[in-house]
T-cell receptor, first 114, second 115 residues
């Protein structure tokens, strides 16, 4: 979805390095999410934010941190990257319809940790 | 906790034939169900959702899904598959308001449509 952008699209880094993945959205949504995708495991939630001052851990937050710099921006950081963090990372935003959310995803960032 | 299962890792069909991608769910209370598609080197795209109402939900690209409460299933269907439908499909479920906010995804089903 062109309204949710992620940078970089691909990144190769070394073990122990700090890296940041960035997400921006033009949808005006309050809620933003970070997921990682691994083959055979589907998508797993890392962190989510319901607004600029509300950040919450997901099911696999260890080794990650996030920053919600503004409504439109939500960054994911790996403080000290390790090889098992090699994955495809997705940012998402959400809106509400009849009391339920629908999430819209960015194009993904493919990360390789050597 | 809510969960979904996609029992087939891969589905192969010939172009023009019906396509079905299976999904079963396990939730406490009424489910809210979603289908997403991921084309090669692309992000996930929303296809359709079931919240309430008709059990047959119509979505993007000619896809539809049938909610079956007695069988706890939400299978994705397309009457006549196209080669361009070849992609990775994810089923997802969310508990109703008041429950866990989390959207849980299945492991995904790779669909290959041959010409």
């Amino acid at each position: 979805d062109a309204d949710v952008t992620q940078t970089p699209r691909n990144r190769i880094t070394k073990t122990g390095k700090r890296i940041m993945l960035e997400c921006s959205q033009t949808k005006g949504h309050d809620r933003m999410y970070w997921y990682r995708q691994d083959p055979g495991l589907g998508l797993r939630l890392i962190y989510y934010s319901f607004d600029v001052k509300d950040i919450n851990k997901g099911e696999i937050s260890d080794g990650y941190s996030v920053s919600r710099q503004a409504q439109a921006k939500f960054s994911l950081s790996l403080e000290s990257a390790i090889p098992n963090q090699t994955a495809l990372y997705f940012c998402a935003t959400s809106d509400w319809d009849r009391g339920q959310e629908t999430q819209y995803f960015g194009p993904g960032t493919r990360l390789l940790v050597l | 906790a809510q969960s979904v299962a996609q029992p087939e890792d891969q589905v192969n069909v010939a172009e023009g034939n019906p396509l079905t991608v299976k999904c079963t769910y396990s939730v406490s209370g009424n489910p809210y169900l979603f289908w997403y598609v991921q084309y090669p080197n692309r992000g996930l795209q929303f296809l359709l959702k079931y919240i309430t109402g008709d059990n047959l939900v119509k979505g993007s690209y000619g896809f539809e899904a049938e909610f079956n409460k007695s069988q706890t299933s939400f299978h994705l269907k397309k009457p006549s598959a196209l080669v361009s439908d070849s992609a990775l499909y994810f089923c997802a479920v969310r508990d109703p308001p008041g429950g866990d906010y989390k959207l849980s995804f299945g492991a995904g089903t790779t669909v290959t449509v041959r010409a």
